[in-house]
């Protein structure tokens, strides 16, 4: 994604004039960009509409910037302090799952029923049993918590003690039996549940 995301920028944005011609252009450049990039994924409307999303979100937030500092300051929410990265982690994490939604989508019509469901559905239900009539199984879900889990753990302590270092300086057996564990369960969970919704995305192109 570097290499293409540099092909873009050169080949694309830099060439409609990139930020040279104005404000508003330079919006216009930066949504063009996306949608291009969306339908070089796959030329469907789905993943149009996933670059578009993208790219609208990219401009909204650069259009916003200074309004949006000014309003979060007023809540004490500045770049930098926790609340700011839980805040923006929060909302950044939301919009690229929704977009998810149409590169994922067989169809464009099967995304606007994903998406319809998701407005219709009584999320009451997250906190009864009735969760477990949603595809995942009481087993699934309790791995799924315990996977993000261990996904933040790791986040954390790689920030604190750069994992791979402090691996490094282990004793050869216990370095031979983290990476065995690692790589058991990459294989294990890679294919783990159903064959058709574990295929690797982009074999489809």
Same mark, same amino acid.
């Given at each position: 994604?570097?290499?293409?995301?540099?092909?873009?920028?050169?080949?694309?944005?830099?060439?409609?004039?990139?930020?040279?011609?104005?404000?508003?252009?330079?919006?216009?450049?930066?949504?063009?960009?996306?949608?291009?990039?969306?339908?070089?994924?796959?030329?469907?409307?789905?993943? =149009? &509409?996933?670059?578009?999303?993208?790219?609208?979100?990219? /401009? *909204?937030?650069?259009?916003?910037? #200074?309004?949006? %500092? !000014?309003?979060?300051?007023?809540?004490?929410?500045?770049?930098?302090?926790?609340?700011?990265?839980?805040?923006?982690?929060?909302?950044?994490?939301?919009?690229?799952?929704?977009?998810?939604?149409?590169?994922?989508?067989?169809?464009?019509?099967?995304?606007?029923?994903?998406?319809?469901?998701?407005?219709?559905?009584?999320?009451?239900?997250?906190?009864?049993?009735?969760?477990?009539?949603?595809?995942?199984?009481?087993?699934? =879900? &309790?791995?799924?918590?315990?996977?993000?889990?261990?996904? /933040? *753990?790791?986040?954390?302590?790689? #920030?604190?003690? %750069? !994992?791979?270092?402090?691996?490094?300086?282990?004793?050869?057996?216990?370095?031979?039996?983290?990476?065995?564990?690692?790589?058991?369960?990459?294989?294990?969970?890679?294919?783990?549940?159903?064959?058709?919704?574990?295929?690797?995305?982009?074999?489809?192109?």
């Amino acid at each position: 994604h570097i290499s293409l995301s540099t092909w873009f920028r050169d080949y694309v944005y830099i060439p409609l004039g990139g930020s040279r011609k104005g404000k508003y252009r330079t919006y216009l450049n930066l949504f063009i960009v996306f949608v291009v990039s969306g339908l070089w994924h796959g030329a469907a409307m789905t993943f =149009l &509409i996933w670059g578009a999303i993208h790219g609208f979100i990219i /401009v *909204v937030e650069k259009a916003t910037l #200074k309004t949006r %500092k !000014l309003v979060l300051s007023k809540v004490g929410i500045v770049n930098g302090n926790f609340a700011s990265g839980l805040l923006f982690s929060f909302v950044t994490f939301v919009i690229v799952c929704f977009a998810w939604i149409f590169f994922r989508a067989n169809s464009y019509t099967d995304a606007k029923l994903l998406v319809a469901g998701i407005l219709k559905n009584n999320y009451i239900i997250l906190f009864t049993e009735d969760l477990y009539k949603l595809g995942l199984g009481r087993n699934e =879900l &309790i791995i799924l918590i315990l996977a993000i889990l261990g996904l /933040v *753990v790791f986040e954390i302590l790689n #920030k604190s003690n %750069k !994992l791979g270092t402090l691996l490094s300086k282990q004793p050869i057996g216990f370095r031979w039996a983290a990476y065995i564990i690692i790589i058991m369960t990459i294989v294990i969970y890679g294919v783990y549940g159903d064959k058709d919704t574990s295929q690797f995305i982009y074999f489809q192109f």
